[in-house]
């Protein structure tokens, strides 16, 4: 399958401040990206779809302003959580799609610890 | 709306077979995953199978799809130690490929 990079794979970061993970395809050209967070113990919470060159579209609950998409090229996508707080301190994965039976390919994940 | 369900957790002793189970709602959907997660990492594409199947065998791997009752199942074979891991089953949802995904099952080896 294809290879899907994110980075950084762990950050630590103080209240307030704003946090840029990067997902990269790294041998497929990813026409949609996606985005999704892991609780402990938990299934994955799809956060946002991305189409490359289009605005993300967002699941409900989740807030626009706070997690910023982008989708510029068909090999990267950019997850900012912009002011962040100790409650979005989280597991992030990203995803790239679709393969050749309709698959995603996933990153490694970012662990996000806002203190 | 669409669902997926699946128990959390199973517990096999090495080298018998694990058996996972997934029931899905959505009786269009083309494609139906199963992914495997080991601790801290991303998900792993495991398996797939298209929905004009019935069964699909890779090593030692076998998925079952029995579209009536819609259910869907991966049985392990000689379940070793590396196979310790949440599994996820998972339907394609819609034209955007978004995916519908269980909670997944965490699979226990016991010696």
């Known amino acids: 399958g294809a290879v899907v990079s994110q980075h950084p794979s762990r950050v630590i970061c103080k209240s307030g401040t704003s946090v840029k993970i990067e997902c990269r395809s790294l041998d497929f050209q990813a026409t949609t990206m996606f985005w999704y967070r892991q609780f402990p113990k938990q299934s994955l919470m799809l956060m946002a779809t991305?189409?490359?060159?289009?605005?993300?579209?967002?699941e409900q609950g989740v807030e626009k302003d706070k997690f910023l998409i982008n989708h510029a090229s068909l090999t990267l996508s950019t997850l900012t959580v912009t002011s962040a707080h100790p409650e979005d301190s989280s597991f992030y994965i990203c995803?790239?799609?679709?393969?050749?039976?309709?698959?995603?390919?996933f990153g490694p994940g970012t662990r996000l610890t806002v203190l | 709306g669409e669902d997926v369900e699946q128990s959390l957790f199973l517990s096999v002793r090495e080298g018998d077979s694990s058996v996972i189970n997934c029931t899905y709602t959505?009786?269009?959907?083309?494609?139906l995953y199963w992914y495997k997660q080991e601790p801290g990492a991303g998900l792993q594409l495991l398996t797939y199978?298209?929905?004009n199947m019935d069964m699909k065998q890779d090593q030692r791997l076998t998925v079952l799809l029995n579209k009536k009752d819609k259910h869907l199942s991966l049985r392990i074979a000689d379940t070793q130690t590396g196979d310790s891991a949440i599994y996820f089953c998972a339907e394609i949802y819609n034209s955007n490929y978004q995916l519908i995904w269980g909670a997944g099952t965490k699979l226990i080896i016991k010696p």
């Open positions: 995803s790239a799609g679709p393969g050749s039976y309709n698959e995603q390919f």
């Open positions: 991305s189409n490359e060159g289009s605005k993300a579209t967002y």
């Open positions: 959505d009786s269009s959907s083309t494609y």
């Open positions: 199978i298209f929905s």
